[in-house]
């Protein structure tokens, strides 16, 4: 809800609004690690529709006892033999990366009105690397040590082209994507001022473009490595098999942080489709928060398991949906419906300057007032369907405690709205007490955003859109002029503080503009 606007008969004074936006940008936290200066690589060119096919395989490494990699080298790793992880549990194999890609693909079906169709490969086998996993591994500050990914690359598939892959078959594609799924956990959260294991000789999450791997290997001319006619990988997706880290409390107790490769597996795929990043690419930083796909906040949104849709602007760029202009008239209401309701026709624009313009959105958690369901594949690989309502407490994006009483271990392959991933949800108001009468449902509401194409021409080839906090290429702006909106990262233990005083009140699934008089 608002601190400055009010909704009253479903109708949003959005001239007022729109008079109060000032350029300051919005409050933000480092969320995750920058990615070693590869976000600055030049981006593929958009596949806006059309279909993809994800060709993946699994590599682990020689096994070792190094304190400074997550795990043992192996997809085998200690800490996650527990009884309480609910959050990706072993055994990590090939149907288990099948599980993500399966999200992967209906997020992907969902976000572009179905202009995407996503299939996939995983081999069966896993390749084992010749080195241990800090061979792979680039530290400091410098990038000087990027190249140990394109060995990293290089190795896998050299592996993988060893392999008899004569029963090989890879369905018509547009584009293919190439996805190493390595063991271990991914660096790509921030670990410092925690009691999670330091790591720093894990590997980070990446996506390499051609040109990238040429780069990395030393060979401009790179065209690809060779796995049957016919077939080059001239790409390649570095992920972990994991994101979850071991810990101790207080007391030196054991414990997990349990987080999915959903939202980092999905960002990856984007990148690949051609979304640029909207954080910022040098130092990691949020740039828009939980309230688009291509930023840590959304990536890593109720703990990885699944990220947002993604904002107005990254549709529009990808050409999944088609804005309308219009005018400030009091006597012209317009009737936003729900993003995840509709397949187009859910933005409107206003133009203010030749490169400049608010794009307003209305985003709904739950829209149809029926809650949410999760499709779960368990380790025994059986399907469960979870429903969550909009008053249930222990499904919190930020304390995974009671996540065990509600859901059954296993890879989340599906929700029913992305959109749930949005700040909101059940707030027990100033007595911080649920149940009483100051309660409230935060469930959705107008988003307005500033878009400066200016900027984003600019930086687009380098993918630094809003790498410049004093004036992004793509920002989310307050209602009340006051920078109220905190879009810090996703996990508490990084959080300064995460409040959502938006116009993000208890909803509804449409919302109607209007222009009130302004006095």
């Known amino acids: 809800m608002s601190t400055g606007t009010e909704f009253n008969g479903r109708r949003i004074p959005i ?66 033999n527990r009884d309480d992880i609910v959050i990706d549990p072993l055994p990590h ?22 202009k995407i169709e996503i299939t996939y490969t995983v081999l069966p086998q896993v390749f084992t690397l010749p080195n241990e996993m800090k061979a792979y591994s680039p530290i400091g500050p410098d990038n000087s040590e990027n190249h140990k990914l394109g060995l990293l690359v290089h190795d896998t598939w050299a592996k993988v082209a060893q392999a008899d892959l004569s029963n090989l078959e890879i369905p018509e594609a547009d ?79 054991e414990f997990v942080l349990q987080l999915s490769i959903n939202g980092i597996l999905t960002a990856s795929i984007g990148s690949f ?62 009737e936003l419906p729900a993003v995840s309701t509709v397949g187009d026709g859910a933005v409107a624009r206003h133009r203010i300057s030749r490169d400049e313009y608010f794009l307003v959105e209305n985003r709904h958690r739950d ?16 399907i469960e369907n979870v429903h ?10 930020f304390d995974q405690r009671k996540y065990k009483e509600i859901l059954p271990p296993g890879v989340l392959m599906n929700v029913s709205n992305f959109d749930w991933s949005l700040p909101g949800g059940l707030d027990a108001g100033e007595d911080r007490v649920v149940g009483t009468d100051d309660d409230r449902l935060l469930n959705g509401g107008i988003l307005i955003w500033h878009i400066d194409e200016a900027v984003i021409r600019s930086k687009i080839g380098s993918n630094k859109i809003n ?25 508490r233990f990084l959080v300064v503080g995460q409040q959502f005083h938006r116009d993000h009140g208890n909803g509804s699934a449409h919302r109607t503009l209007s222009k009130p008089f302004c006095g």
């Open 15 to 80: 001239w007022c609004i729109l008079l109060l936006f000032v350029s300051a940008p919005l409050f933000a936290q480092e969320a995750f690690e920058s990615r070693l200066g590869f976000f600055g690589q030049p981006l593929d060119a958009p596949l806006t529709d059309g279909r993809v096919h994800i060709f993946a395989v699994m590599a682990d490494f020689q096994p070792d006892e190094n304190r400074f990699t997550s795990g043992n080298g192996t997809f085998d790793i200690p800490y996650l």
């Open 93 to 114: 194999d090939r149907s288990y990366f099948e599980a993500h890609l399966e999200f992967a693909k209906n997020y992907f079906e969902q976000a572009s009105n179905g």
């Open 175 to 253: 584009r293919i994507m190439f996805v190493i799924f390595h063991a271990g956990a991914g660096r790509d959260i921030e670990l410092t001022g925690t009691t999670l294991d330091n790591t720093p000789q894990d590997i980070p999450s990446v996506y390499l473009s051609q040109e990238a791997i040429g780069r990395l290997i030393g060979d401009p001319d790179f065209s690809g490595y060779p796995l049957v006619p016919g077939l080059w990988v001239t790409n390649s997706a570095i992920l972990p098999q994991t994101q979850s880290r071991r810990g101790e409390d207080v007391t030196g107790a």
């Open 273 to 334: 489709l051609g979304i640029p990043d909207l954080f910022n690419t040098e130092n990691g930083r949020s740039g828009i928060g939980r309230f688009g796909l291509m930023d840590g906040a959304g990536i890593f949104s109720y703990y990885g398991l699944f990220p947002p849709l993604p904002s107005a602007w990254e549709r529009i760029y990808m050409g999944w949906e088609q804005p309308f202009d219009i005018i400030l008239d009091p006597d012209q209401p317009i």
């Open 367 to 382: 829209p149809d007032g029926a809650g949410l369901t999760l499709t779960i594949r368990k380790p025994d690989g059986t």
């Open 388 to 397: 969550i309502s909009a008053e249930e407490e222990r499904f919190d994006p």
């Open 467 to 491: 790498n410049n906090p004093d004036r992004p290429g793509v920002s989310l702006k307050e209602a009340d002029a006051v920078h109220q909106l905190c879009i810090g990262p996703c996990l």
